[in-house]
């Protein structure tokens, strides 16, 4: 069953928010998945806060980011551009190592590739944007994400060794604008 998932890119001083993910060691945008009976937007602002402990104000949506081949099912995030209401980062210990705002053109690494399509289209304006990242599951469908961690400790690597290796491989299509993306002022048409 495909998953629905919602991220956020808060910009502040023209720099983007990012978090260092415990699980893999790599650095991310805030976001996760849709939690039953909340909307999009809210998963969206839920996340930044959990994740970072800030609170943000969405100010448009950047865009739908589908990776159908991605686990059992597929993963389409939903991705908003955002400004934040509040300072003071308080990363969430059990999910993240780090959080800070970072200038989009020098981004720390590992990097999670997906994302920066992301801060690209968002920074450019973009909204309603649909693309596809064929990102893909490297195991079958009998594994799941709970045996994650099973792998990962039958690996002997690192987080960020085992997140390198596994998760960050790429299908042939790699990534497809699927619908163009629209700048701010096209609704003047």
């Avoid at 100010?59 to 991705?79: A, F, K, Q």
């Avoid at 190592?97 to 997906?114: D, S, T």
């Avoid at 990242?133 to 490297?138: A, G, K, T």
């Avoid at 990962?152 to 619908?179: A, W």
Wanted: glycine share 8%.
């Amino acid at each position: 069953m495909p998953t629905i998932g919602a991220s956020a890119i808060v910009t502040s001083a023209d720099e983007v928010l990012l978090i260092k993910r415990r699980d893999c060691e790599a650095w991310a945008l805030p976001g996760g998945n849709v939690d039953a009976g909340e909307s999009v937007a809210q998963a969206a602002v839920r996340e930044v806060r959990e994740e970072t402990g800030i609170e943000i104000e969405l100010t448009r949506l950047v865009g739908i980011y589908s990776s159908p081949r991605w686990r059992e099912g597929g993963n389409h995030s939903i991705v908003f551009a955002a400004t934040p209401r509040t300072q003071g980062l308080t990363p969430q210990p059990e999910e993240v190592v780090e959080a800070g705002y970072y200038p989009p053109h020098n981004l720390p690494e590992p990097f999670v590739w997906w994302h920066r399509r992301w801060i690209v289209d968002a920074l450019g304006g973009a909204i309603g944007t649909v693309c596809l990242q064929d990102r893909v599951w490297p195991w079958g469908t009998e594994v799941k994400r709970l045996d994650l961690h099973r792998l990962y400790e039958e690996s002997g690597l690192s987080p960020q060794e085992f997140f390198l290796k596994y998760l960050t491989r790429t299908g042939p299509q790699k990534e497809r604008i699927e619908v163009a993306r629209e700048a701010r002022n096209a609704s003047a048409r």
